[in-house]
């Protein structure tokens, strides 16, 4: 019985641009980078063809199994390659409800863990799978910078080494993601070229006037912390501060690592804060 353990990392949105909609969902044009706060998936290999995924800390147990995309993933994973089953546990880390791509994680680490376990090597299937479980899921695979188009499902990798350095705040109160694309009425945009060519130049104070996040207006009605966690993090005067996803995370960029814990180190308002950087993935996990 062999076992894999595999790391899942965490996205923010840089720019979030909402340029349509089609077949009743929005597009958008967003800009977005793996953080080092991550997930550990452990899996199992089992004998027979069943999937058991079990979840631990974030308040994840509450998740109904039917519900679960990992398991989604876990068994179109195993239809789709005729592979046994795995048992699966999820080490949770990464806060759910503020934007920062938990689910697609696991669903994405959940595949990379799969193909590892079995030495699946067909990276264009477990893309095709990917995009059946959630929109940013293919991004999820290879994580990095990157800008995504469509419904998250089209994917353009960013080169680069920049470092950001961030001070997350995590918001008690949660955004429903429907509610808040449903409320969006502002003209349709689309300008995420600048912050594209910044990430690529690692030109890190270019990049913080190009941040931006055209669903922070609805979030901040659906949920007043969102705007709290705003005027809180600018207090601390940080390069950039933005929300990520759809909330109802907010985060800020700050000039260096010291700047930042300096800025946590000195919080005292009610949230979470977490201190977390960029990450750039490792080779083999590039399966855009």
């Known amino acids: ?46 004998r027979d063809k069943l999937v058991s995924v079990t979840m631990h800390g974030c308040g994840s ?12 993933a876990a068994e179109n994973f195993i239809n789709e390659f005729g592979t046994c089953g795995a ?25 990379n863990g799969l193909a590892r376990l079995y030495k699946i090597n067909d990276t264009v299937k477990l893309k095709l799978l990917a995009d059946g479980v959630g929109s940013d899921t293919r991004y999820m695979l290879g994580g990095g910078y990157a800008r995504l188009f469509g419904r998250g499902d089209i994917v353009k990798r960013i080169e ?19 509610e808040c694309y449903k409320r969006f009425n502002a003209p349709f945009s689309n300008d995420c070229n600048g912050a594209e060519q910044a990430v690529a130049n690692g030109d890190k104070s270019a990049l913080a006037g190009c941040v931006c996040n055209d669903l922070t207006a609805p979030a901040s ?17 940080p390069l950039a501060v933005n929300m990520t996803g759809s909330g109802s995370g907010v985060y800020a960029i700050f000039e260096n690592p010291e700047f930042c814990a300096y800025a946590k180190s000195r919080y005292r ?3 979470r804060a ?3 950087n960029t990450i750039l993935p490792t080779p083999k996990n590039l399966n855009y």
């Open 1 to 46: 019985m062999g076992t894999v353990r595999c790391k899942s990392y965490a996205k923010i949105n840089l720019t979030l641009k909402i340029t349509g909609e089609e077949k009743g969902y929005h597009t958008l044009d967003s800009v977005v980078a793996s953080v080092d706060l991550y997930d550990l998936i452990v899996l199992k290999s089992r």
């Open 61 to 72: 147990e509450s998740i109904p199994f039917e519900n679960n995309n990992a398991v989604r």
């Open 87 to 111: 048992d699966i546990t999820v080490y949770k880390n990464i806060p759910m409800g503020l934007g920062l791509g938990g689910s697609s994680a696991d669903s994405a680490g959940v595949l």
């Open 160 to 178: 680069s080494n920049l470092r950001l350095d961030i001070l997350l705040l995590a918001p008690n109160g949660t955004v429903s993601t429907a």
């Open 221 to 237: 009605i659906l949920c007043k912390d969102v705007q709290t966690a705003i005027d809180e993090l600018k207090e601390f005067d």
């Open 269 to 271: 308002g009610k949230f």
């Open 274 to 276: 977490i201190q977390v």
